[in-house]
C-alpha cells in the first residue's frame, strides 16, 4: 500500500475501506460516520502481513449507545501485489471508533501496492478460507454490520 497519506492523516485506502464499512442507512452506522468525519488517523503499525491503525476521536465526542463492542468486517480488497486480496476489521470499543486492521491472507503486505479495488465480501467461497468479493452496494437497515 502506498504511504501517501489524505486528509486527517489517512491513507486512501482506510477511507475507502472504513466509509464502505460505515456505509448504509443504520442509525449506529450513521453515528460511527460522524465520528469517522472528526477523527483522525493515530499511529499506524506495520506487521509485515497488515497494519494496526489507531483511530482518535475527539474527547468531546459522545459515543454510540452499545452494550457490546463492535467488529466490522464485511470489506475486503483486491490489492496490486497481493496475490489473494486483504481484508479488514473496524473495531469500535465502548461506542466509539477505536483502531482498523488490515491484513493479506498469508503472504507479505506490499511496500509499495498499486491500485486497489473495495468490495463487500459475501458468503459463499472462491477457496478455502476465503470469501467471494462483490461489488460495494449500500447495506440494508437490518444489517448492522
Do not use: C
Not at 485506502?13 to 493515530?42: H, K, M, N, W, Y
Not at 480488497?77 to 473495531?91: I, M, Q, R
Amino acid at each position: 500500500m502506498g504511504r501517501t497519506e489524505s486528509g486527517h492523516g489517512y491513507l486512501p485506502l482506510e477511507v475507502a475501506v472504513i466509509t464502505a464499512l460505515l456505509a448504509g442507512p443504520d442509525p449506529v452506522l450513521a453515528e460511527l460516520r460522524r465520528q469517522f468525519g472528526a477523527s483522525t488517523a493515530g499511529q499506524r503499525e506495520w506487521t509485515g502481513v497488515g497494519f494496526f491503525l489507531d483511530i482518535e476521536t475527539p474527547p468531546d465526542l459522545s459515543p454510540v449507545p452499545l452494550n457490546k463492542n463492535l467488529h466490522l468486517a464485511d470489506v475486503g480488497a483486491d490489492l496490486e501485489g497481493v496475490k489473494h486480496g486483504v481484508g479488514f476489521v473496524l473495531h469500535v470499543r465502548d461506542g466509539l471508533l477505536d483502531y482498523l486492521e488490515g491484513f493479506t491472507y498469508d503472504e507479505p503486505w506490499p511496500e509499495r501496492a498499486g491500485a486497489y479495488s473495495v468490495a463487500y465480501i459475501r458468503e459463499g467461497k472462491l477457496s478455502p478460507g476465503r470469501s467471494e468479493i462483490g461489488p460495494l452496494e449500500p447495506k440494508a437497515a437490518s444489517e448492522p454490520k
